[in-house]
């Protein structure tokens, strides 16, 4: 995935920091596709190999490759910048 054209968020639905990022792309019009780690083992073993082996979500991954695990939602906002102006 790295080097994606995309935001891509790998998430679950129960998972409360996943629906916090979900709302702020949403409230942000960024447009991102969701991938769902509880019922997909491929994608939750590509999350975790993302995250460099840690298990938290959401793991996003930014156009040109930049993974964040677990971002605040400010973290998020600099880091979107950052990607999407690049």
Same mark, same amino acid.
């Given at each position: &995935?790295?080097?994606?054209?995309?935001?891509? &968020?790998?998430?679950? #639905?129960?998972?409360? $920091?996943?629906? !916090?990022?979900?709302?702020?792309? /949403? !409230?942000?019009?960024?447009?991102?596709?969701?991938? #769902?780690v509880?019922?997909? $083992?491929?994608? !939750? $073993?590509?999350?975790?190999e993302?995250?460099?082996? !840690?298990?938290?979500?959401? *793991?996003?991954?930014?156009?040109?490759?930049? *993974?964040?695990?677990?971002?605040? $939602?400010?973290?998020?906002?600099?880091?979107?910048? /950052?990607?999407?102006?690049?």
């Amino acid at each position: &995935m790295t080097g994606t054209a995309e935001i891509v &968020m790998y998430g679950a #639905d129960w998972c409360g $920091d996943c629906r !916090r990022a979900k709302a702020w792309f /949403k !409230r942000n019009e960024v447009p991102y596709t969701a991938i #769902d780690v509880e019922h997909d $083992d491929q994608a !939750r $073993d590509q999350a975790i190999e993302l995250a460099g082996g !840690r298990q938290n979500i959401p *793991v996003v991954v930014l156009p040109g490759g930049v *993974v964040l695990v677990e971002p605040s $939602d400010t973290q998020l906002a600099e880091a979107v910048e /950052k990607a999407l102006t690049a």
